[in-house]
Structure formats: C-alpha cells, structure tokens
T-cell receptor
Framework: ETGVTQSPTHLIKTRGQQVTLRCSSQSGHNTVSWYQQALGQGPQFIFQYYREEENGRGNFPPRFSGLQFPNYSSELNVNALELDDSALYLC???????????????FGPGTRLLVL | KQEVTQIPAALSVPEGENLVLNCSFTDSAIYNLQWFRQDPGKGLTSLLLIQSSQREQTSGRLNASLDKSSGRSTLYIAASQPGDSATYLCAVFKAAGNKLTFGGGTRVLVKP
C-alpha cells in the first residue's frame, strides 16, 4: 500500500504568478482534501474532492482551484500569487463511502511554497 | 463556527516525565477528533482518532480522552523520550463542509 505523495517538495514563485501542486492519494482512497499551513499555525482547510467533484470548501478566494482525476489524484492551482500564499500545502486522502462520516485522513509530506 | 484551541503553545520537559497536552473546541457537534504529530518541515502523522461516541483511545504510550459535552480532549504521553519532540496538533471533524478544523498546535521539546 503506497502512501500519499506530493510534488514538488519545494517551490519558489513571484507575486502574480500561477502555481500547480500535485497529490497522489493513497491506494484505495477516493477523497482528497487540501490544507494550507502558514508558519507556526495549524492547517486551514482549502477544499475537498470526492469522485472528481468539489465536496466542500473553506474560506479561500476563487483563485484557489482544484481538480481530481479518475485515478483520484488531485491538483491544487493558485492564480495571481500573493506574498501571504507562502505556506506548506498539505493534501490528505481518505476513503469516503457515500454519506461517510469522519474517516481517518492520511497526509502527504507537503509542498512548501515561497512567494517573493 | 468551530474554533479549536491548544494550550500550551509550547512545552519543555525532561526525559521520562509524562506529557499532558490539551485541546478545546467550541462546537460539540463533531463526528470525531484526531491527534496528529508533525516534525519540523514535514507532513502530519495521525496518532489517535476518537469517534464522538468514544471516551478514549490508547496506542502504546499514548492515551487520548474526549469529553464532547465540555468540548475538551487531552493527549497523554507516558514516560516521554527525546524522540517525542515534535508539534502535536488536534483536529475535529464535522460532517458539514467535510473538513478537519485544527488547533494551532503544541510544540513539545523533551530534553535528554
């Protein structure tokens, strides 16, 4: 059973640029959630994808968008980068049955994004 | 709106001492609560998950309790070791929004 993987591990961008982060979910998992963790803080929920559809969204602007593919891997896209977008971006996969309630989420190692 | 608070923000203890980490949440309508460990610059490792119907979970030296009515959970780590040094995060899951809401974490240092 493979774990959750993310790429790239580190990334440096400048303000106004766009970035795409990638996540491969754990084998057998059909749900991916994305979180943003600023330095010294707890992770904040961005959104979740379940069977290729957005299934919940946190308090993030529309320039944060995502995709989930048929193999359940996922991408997080951020447009018009701002300095405050500098953070560790974590994805988590889980196995959600229809109407599932609070299954364990398994986190990847994260992508550290620095916006200059 | 669910808010999760962890006190203290940082903790330093000598090796062998027991650790007590606290987590409080404002909305008791949760499905479960999870405790995570995070090493510097790394992702999260799930330690324990307590369903809302449970009072505690144990794994090795770790024991977590949940009092949903008072909105509190406590993580106990017995006989701490230097390898326990990390940041510990608690998070609650509520079905609405399908998200985990995290506390700010407690940074633990166990001195040899």
């Amino acid at each position: 059973e493979t774990g959750v993987t993310q790429s790239p591990t580190h990334l440096i961008k400048t303000r106004g640029q766009q970035v795409t982060l990638r996540c491969s979910s754990q084998s057998g998992h059909n749900t991916v959630s994305w979180y943003q963790q600023a330095l010294g803080q707890g992770p904040q929920f961005i959104f979740q994808y379940y069977r290729e559809e957005e299934n919940g969204r946190g308090n993030f602007p529309p320039r944060f968008s995502g995709l989930q593919f048929p193999n359940y891997s996922s991408e997080l896209n951020v447009n018009a980068l701002e300095l405050d977008d500098s953070a560790l971006y974590l994805c988590a996969s889980s196995s959600k049955l229809s109407g599932g309630s609070g299954e364990t989420q398994y986190f990847g190692p994260g992508t550290r994004l620095l916006v200059l | 709106k669910q808010e999760v608070t962890q006190i203290p923000a940082a903790l330093s203890v000598p090796e062998g001492e027991n650790l007590v980490l606290n987590c409080s949440f404002t909305d008791s309508a949760i499905y479960n609560l999870q405790w995570f460990r995070q090493d510097p610059g790394k992702g999260l490792t799930s330690l324990l998950l307590i369903q809302s119907s449970q009072r505690e979970q144990t794994s090795g030296r770790l024991n977590a309790s949940l009092d949903k009515s008072s909105g509190r959970s406590t993580l106990y780590i017995a006989a701490s070791q230097p390898g326990d040094s990390a940041t510990y995060l608690c998070a609650v899951f509520k079905a609405a929004g399908n998200k985990l809401t995290f506390g700010g974490g407690t940074r633990v240092l166990v001195k040899p």
